[in-house]
Antibody, heavy 119, light 107 residues
Framework: VQLLESGGGLVPPGESLRLSCTGS????????MSWVRQAPGKGLEWVST????????HFADSVKGRFTISRDHSKSTVSLQMNSLRVEDTAVYYC?????????????WGQGTMVTVSS | EIEMTQSPATLSVSPGEGATLSCRAS??????LAWYQQKPGQAPRLLMS???TRATGIPARFSGSGSGTEFSLTISSLQSEDFAVYYC?????????FGGGTKVAIK
């Protein structure tokens, strides 16, 4: 199982960024996927989840209305579109795979991609 | 929102000794509780789910217990590779929430 994130970088406040996560080594289309972030020196914060079919999504209140999540089964990718970025969105963003169904833990994580929001 | 509280924040242990980490949920999460280990510069790794089921490849010195709102992770006879930060997470309801972490440090 591999999860490879990309798309991180340095952006000024108010701008947008799109993160991608490509999965391999497992049945990508049958697993819900999530993004979890970790601010420098801080703990883990769940950001968003998308169902296996892509029909259902959930977001943390801190990003609701600014972030969207989507997936492309043909490319085995899940994406996080981040708009109206704030300084407090600065973090390492991890892509994580659910063990199986909706209410299960994350059994595999990518290595993360760093997002820095600063002027 | 279900708040997860971990204690202590830091635990200093000598190699070979045991350690018990605690996690408390603000509401009943049944058995929907996972533990993760994170080492510096690395992604978290799943240790335990359903409060007491070890993930693939996790050694038997790791064990979990508890239910409802009180959970614990016990590491018997700490090895050098076990010094890390440990997080609990509830997946009983939205939003998913993590505890603040317990750092297990070398004494």
């Amino acid at each position: 199982v591999q999860l490879l994130e990309s798309g991180g970088g340095l952006v000024p406040p108010g701008e947008s960024l799109r993160l991608s996560c490509t999965g391999s080594g497992f049945g990508f289309s049958i697993h819900a996927m999530s993004w979890v972030r970790q601010a420098p020196g801080k703990g883990l914060e769940w950001v968003s989840t998308i169902s296996a079919t892509g029909s259902t999504t959930h977001f943390a209140d801190s990003v609701k209305g600014r972030f969207t999540i989507s997936r492309d089964h043909s490319k085995s990718t899940v994406s996080l579109q981040m708009n109206s970025l704030r300084v407090e969105d600065t973090a390492v963003y991890y892509c994580a795979k659910y063990t199986s169904g909706w209410y299960t833990p994350f059994d595999f994580w990518g290595q993360g991609t760093m997002v820095t929001v600063s002027s | 929102e279900i708040e997860m509280t971990q204690s202590p924040a830091t635990l200093s242990v000598s190699p070979g000794e045991g350690a018990t980490l605690s996690c408390r949920a603000s509401q009943n999460v049944s058995k929907s509780l996972a533990w993760y280990q994170q080492k510096p510069g690395q992604a978290p790794r799943l240790l335990m789910s359903e409060k007491s089921t070890r993930a693939t490849g996790i050694p038997a010195r790791f064990s979990g217990s508890g239910s409802g709102t009180e959970f614990s992770l016990t590491i018997s006879s700490l090895q050098s590779e076990d010094f890390a930060v440990y997080y609990c997470q509830q997946y009983h309801g939205w939003p998913l929430t993590f505890g603040g972490g317990t750092k297990v440090a070398i004494k």
